[in-house]
Structures are given as C-alpha cells and as structure tokens.
C-alpha cells in the first residue's frame, strides 16, 4: 500500500515569494494534517481536515497560509508571500480517524532566502 | 508549560545496552498515546501506540502511567540501527501534540 506522497520535496525560494506544497494521503484516510517542523522541534500542528472540512486551523496563519482539500483527498498548503521565518520541513499526515495513528509523508524541506 | 515534554538527551548507548526515557504531558484528559522514531531528515515513523496496560514489541516496551502523566519507552539489547529520535506524541480532542524529541546514539 502507497504511503502519504508529498511534493516537492525541496524547495528553494526568495521571501516575498509564493510557494505551494501538495499532499496525496493513504487510500481511505479521511483525516489528513499538516504539520510544520523547525530544527530539533517535534511537528506542530497548522490545519486538520476531515474530509473536505477543515475542523481545526486554529495553528495556521491565515494572513500569509491557506489550504485546501477540494475533493477530500489530495491538499494543497500555500503560503503567500513566504517570510524567512517560514524556512522549515512541512510534513502531511493521514489518519483513518481522528484519535487513531498517524502516518507521514517524506515533507517538503523549504528554504526562504 | 508545554504540552508534551521529553528529555533531550543525547543517551549515549553502547550496543546491547537497554535505554529508557520517559515523556511527561500535561493535560490529564490527554486520550492516546503514540511513540514516533525519527531518523536524520527523514520523517516521523510510528514505532508504537501506547495502551493503557503498557505494550511490548519486539526490543521495545512502553508504558502508560496516567497517575504521573508520562509515558516511557525502553529499548533492550540495542543495536546501532536503533541511534535516532524518539518522539513522542499525545492525542488529546484530535489533536496530536508532539515532544521535541529524545536523542538515543548507539555505539559498537
């Protein structure tokens, strides 16, 4: 069975650029996340969507990221316009429910300069 | 205080040697219980869920002491393969909060 697919892996920007991260979860995982993770941080959590819905964004700052997941499978993360703060591994993770395990993606490494 | 947190290490090992670290989290509600291993640039991987009444796998255990709010993980006989971080992870209302890691290096 295929795990979570993320691309790109890796990417390079200058700040005040727009950049977007996409996430293909495991087939029948309703629930996908993402995360963003700075150097020697656990994840931490910017959006939660069940199914189409995004049930918690209550991390995700709205005045430079958004999300979507249109048809509640793949999502989209994008951020606009990137700051050099931003620079960090953003994973995507799927469960089939809420409470259950979760199961990463490789991420996508990005680099504001 | 944070949410979840974990003894930074590094533990440093020699093969065969048993390592065991803990994770205290702070809220009581808090309602599963996960240990993730992370390699160098690598993603989080499942390693373990945690039960209530504790759970083996292999060369791994791990326990639930709700009482005192921690979990920990203990790794017997380790191999080198075992040097990574050690994340721990706990789902409270849906929301998984993650510590920051326990470095584990073991040396042949």
């Known amino acids: 069975e295929a795990g979570v697919v993320q691309s790109p892996r890796y990417k390079i920007i200058e700040k005040k650029q727009p950049v977007a991260f996409w996430c293909n979860p495991i087939?029948?995982?309703?629930?996908l996340y993402w995360y963003l993770q700075n150097l020697g941080q656990g994840p931490e959590l910017l959006i939660r969507y069940e199914n189409e819905e995004a049930v918690d964004d209550s991390q995700l700052p709205k005045d430079r990221f958004s999300a979507e997941r249109l048809k509640g499978v793949d999502s989209t993360l994008k951020i606009q316009p990137a700051e050099l703060g931003d620079s960090a591994v953003y994973l995507c993770?799927?469960?089939?429910?809420?409470?259950?395990?979760?199961?990463f993606g490789p991420g996508t490494r990005l680099t504001v300069l | 205080r944070k949410e979840v947190e974990q003894d930074p290490g590094p533990f440093n090992v020699p093969e065969g040697a048993t390592v065991a670290f803990n994770c205290t989290y702070s809220n009581s509600a808090s309602q599963s219980f996960f240990w993730y291993r992370q390699d160098c640039r690598k993603e989080p991987k499942l390693l373990m869920s945690?039960?209530?009444s504790g759970n083996e796998d292999g060369r791994f255990t791990a326990q639930l002491n709700r009482a005192s709010q921690y979990i920990s993980l203990l790794i017997r006989d380790s191999k080198l393969s075992d040097s990574a971080t050690y994340l721990c992870a706990v789902n409270l209302r849906s929301k998984l909060s993650f510590g920051a890691g326990t470095t584990v290096t073991v040396r042949a």
């Open positions: 945690v039960y209530s």
């Open positions: 993770a799927s469960s089939n429910a809420p409470y259950n395990e979760q199961f």
């Open positions: 087939s029948g995982h309703n629930t």
